[in-house]
């Protein structure tokens, strides 16, 4: 069998979250086109993730938004640039070849040439936190979901959530809001006392919970019921040590994201507490030609803010471009003015 060749492109980003797609924005204004490479299925990272629905104050123009609308708003602005995005992989190996580009290599085989690599993975591809039963493999995708999917429907069906916390509390509001909400909804945790920051949706669940529109099951799952490939109910351990089967037709599965460095540990660049050290001046890694931004990174001053990413991801679209091209000055210049970066843009000058 034939194995395809690899993409050749002159900037590959590792990560789709805001700052990796800022990093994709201000790449096109320096005229240099990416491909991303991203873990989740969709764009936007942690904030598109943990809290699509939260509202964010400190993005500069933007008194509030949530984070979805922080995430379109920014797929909107790379539009120009005609970014391709590879979603739902991740980056399994990374090499120098002889040539000065990189050999990328992603979990779903894709193979990339890249004259310049920018890691933007945060704090690293983040993955569901998953329920350990045996045979629980069998169901995921059809009755067993780690992501919360807006556009499912539900009508009819008895949904389990399983956790306690503010992901779980705000599954399972968009649950009973979503437009083809379960017939029935239980909330299964460890513990009476469910927990979440969010004061207003702790509230609004506790209050559902009270009228009898969804239901709070203590206890901890420690089995599958199931009949042929169909998964019936969860073996539940109650706090008085009985084993109860708690029927349902779908879980989803609340417990969390956590972030996995991965691979990236093993690429031999200079890390300090497992972050890559770059150098503030254009913000390269280690390596030549190869940048980290955003919470990936590590420098004297640090902050893990988006705004700082933003920042970070500027200086290195400007650093990459006199990498590319060292016999041509990199100006400074403004898009309010430019003639140059309205034609990049699409815009027509006003």
Same mark, same amino acid.
């Not at 988006?306 to 210049?333: K, S």
């Given at each position: 069998?034939?194995? &395809?060749?690899?993409?050749?492109?002159?900037?590959? =980003?590792?990560?789709?979250?805001?700052?990796?797609?800022?990093?994709?924005?201000?790449?096109?204004?320096?005229?240099?086109?990416?491909?991303?490479?991203?873990?989740?299925?969709?764009?936007?990272?942690?904030?598109?993730?943990?809290?699509?629905?939260?509202?964010?104050?400190?993005?500069?123009?933007?008194?509030?938004?949530?984070?979805?609308?922080?995430?379109?708003?920014?797929?909107?602005?790379?539009?120009?640039?005609?970014?391709?995005?590879?979603?739902?992989?991740?980056?399994?190996?990374?090499?120098?070849?002889?040539?000065?580009?990189?050999?990328?290599?992603?979990?779903?085989?894709?193979?990339?040439?890249?004259?310049? =690599?920018?890691?933007?993975?945060?704090?690293?591809?983040?993955?569901?936190? %998953?329920?350990?039963?045996?045979?629980?493999?069998?169901?995921?995708?059809?009755?067993?979901?780690?992501?919360?999917?807006?556009?499912?429907?539900?009508?009819?069906?008895? =949904?389990?959530?399983?956790?306690?916390?503010?992901?779980?509390?705000?599954?399972?509001?968009?649950?009973?809001?979503?437009?083809?909400?379960?017939?029935?909804?239980?909330?299964?945790?460890?513990?009476?006392?469910?927990?979440?920051?969010?004061?207003?949706?702790?509230?609004?669940?506790?209050?559902?919970?009270?009228?009898? %529109?969804?239901?709070? =099951?203590?206890?901890?799952?420690?089995?599958?019921?199931?009949?042929?490939?169909?998964?019936?109910?969860?073996?539940?351990?109650?706090?008085?040590?009985?084993?109860?089967?708690? &029927?349902?037709?779908?879980?989803?599965?609340?417990?969390?994201?956590?972030?996995?460095?991965?691979?990236?540990?093993?690429?031999?660049?200079?890390?300090?507490?497992?972050?890559?050290?770059?150098?503030?001046?254009?913000?390269?890694?280690?390596?030549?030609?190869?940048?980290?931004?955003?919470?990936?990174?590590?420098?004297?001053?640090?902050?893990?803010?988006?705004?700082?990413?933003?920042?970070?991801?500027?200086? &290195?679209?400007?650093?990459?471009?006199? %990498?590319?091209?060292?016999?041509?000055?990199?100006?400074?210049?403004?898009?309010?003015?430019?003639? %140059?970066?309205?034609?990049?843009?699409?815009? &027509?000058?006003?």
């Amino acid at each position: 069998m034939s194995v &395809a060749a690899p993409i050749e492109t002159d900037a590959l =980003v590792i990560g789709a979250g805001p700052v990796g797609l800022w990093q994709v924005f201000q790449l096109g204004l320096q005229d240099v086109r990416a491909h991303v490479v991203d873990a989740l299925p969709h764009a936007g990272g942690q904030p598109a993730e943990l809290y699509p629905d939260k509202p964010i104050y400190d993005i500069p123009g933007l008194p509030v938004c949530s984070g979805r609308e922080l995430v379109d708003r920014l797929l909107l602005q790379v539009k120009p640039f005609a970014p391709t995005l590879h979603l739902g992989q991740s980056v399994s190996a990374l090499a120098r070849e002889e040539d000065g580009r990189w050999a990328v290599q992603t979990t779903a085989g894709q193979r990339f040439l890249a004259r310049l =690599v920018f890691i933007a993975a945060g704090v690293g591809a983040f993955q569901p936190k %998953r329920l350990k039963l045996d045979g629980i493999e069998a169901f995921e995708g059809e009755q067993v979901h780690h992501r919360f999917a807006t556009d499912r429907d539900w009508s009819g069906q008895h =949904v389990v959530v399983h956790g306690g916390d503010e992901l779980a509390i705000d599954w399972a509001l968009r649950l009973l809001d979503s437009p083809a909400p379960p017939d029935r909804l239980s909330l299964l945790h460890r513990r009476e006392v469910l927990q979440s920051d969010d004061g207003a949706a702790l509230a609004r669940v506790q209050d559902t919970i009270a009228r009898g %529109r969804a239901r709070l =099951v203590v206890g901890q799952p420690v089995g599958l019921v199931s009949a042929g490939n169909r998964l019936q109910a969860l073996q539940v351990l109650d706090p008085q040590g009985e084993t109860q089967a708690l &029927a349902l037709d779908q879980l989803v599965v609340a417990l969390g994201l956590s972030p996995r460095l991965g691979p990236i540990a093993d690429w031999g660049l200079a890390m300090d507490r497992k972050q890559l050290v770059v150098n503030t001046d254009g913000f390269e890694a280690s390596e030549a030609g190869l940048y980290a931004v955003g919470d990936i990174n590590t420098y004297p001053g640090k902050k893990k803010l988006i705004l700082c990413g933003f920042h970070e991801a500027t200086l &290195a679209a400007f650093a990459a471009a006199a %990498r590319l091209r060292p016999d041509q000055r990199v100006p400074l210049q403004y898009t309010t003015t430019s003639p %140059r970066l309205h034609q990049l843009l699409g815009v &027509a000058p006003r």
